[in-house]
């Protein structure tokens, strides 16, 4: 089964670099979510897309933007980059309306392993 | 805010023998979700339960969903040693209306032959 593709899967920049990270979610997926994870600690979420407007947004830096596009697949841009941006960064996808009710199950892909230098 | 809390935080058991973890919360959650993270790649969803009471199975493993809907439980029969992972709890925050999830602390868990 297809699952969801980030790219790159691994990425070395310098501070205040940017960075892009690329998501594309399951096939008939609507609903894009992005976790940081930093080493040792659980993943936290940053922003979320539904149709692609943003639905949800966590504690995600001003420093960050991400947008979802007409086929569903999303980026997220971060500028500025700080040594502490080093960090693992998922994507997960849902399929937001699942027939008979709200899917709550959110897939997640291999993750793109962030170190600032 | 809402926070999950996994004990035990870290298990070392030998091959063949049974775990038991559990996620416990400060207010109510609506659905659980466990998922299992290898090092360096993305959590892999194993169990999702979506009622109070409710016991859910997937192979060798087993999830039950608290009555109190403040805590789920996850067990693993016979552990082999790719069972070998961060086992995270996860819940969406419903209460905000909104659907990011909420991850516990973890529970890391080595096996050996």
């Known amino acids: 089964a297809a699952g969801v593709i980030q790219s790159p899967r691994h990425l070395i920049k310098e501070k205040r670099e940017t960075a892009t990270l690329k998501c594309y979610p399951i096939p008939r997926h609507d609903t894009v979510y992005w976790y940081q994870q930093g080493p040792g600690q659980d993943p936290q979420f940053l922003i979320s897309f539904y149709e692609k407007m943003q639905s949800d947004k966590g504690s995600i830096p001003d420093r960050f933007s991400a947008q979802q596009f007409s086929d569903y697949h999303s980026e997220l841009n971060m500028s500025s980059l700080e040594l502490g941006d080093s960090a693992l960064y998922f994507c997960?996808?849902?399929?937001?309306?699942f027939g008979t009710g709200w899917a709550v199950e959110q897939f997640f892909g291999p993750g793109t392993r962030l170190t600032v230098l | 805010g809402q926070q999950l809390n996994q004990s035990p935080q870290s298990m070392f058991i030998q091959e063949g023998e049974d775990v038991s973890m559990n996620c416990t919360s400060s207010?109510?959650?609506?659905?659980w979700l466990w998922y299992k993270q290898d090092p360096g790649e993305g959590p892999v969803l194993l169990i999702a339960?979506?009622?109070?009471?409710e016991l859910t199975s997937n192979g060798r493993l087993t999830a039950q969903f608290g009555i109190t809907r403040k805590d789920s439980f996850l067990n693993i029969s016979a552990s082999i040693p790719s069972d070998v992972g961060i086992y995270f709890c996860a819940g969406p925050n419903l209460s905000y209306n909104t659907d990011k999830l909420i991850f516990g602390t973890g529970t890391r868990l080595q096996v050996f032959p």
């Open positions: 997960a996808s849902s399929p937001r309306w």
């Open positions: 339960l979506y009622k109070a009471g």
């Open positions: 207010s109510i959650f609506n659905t």
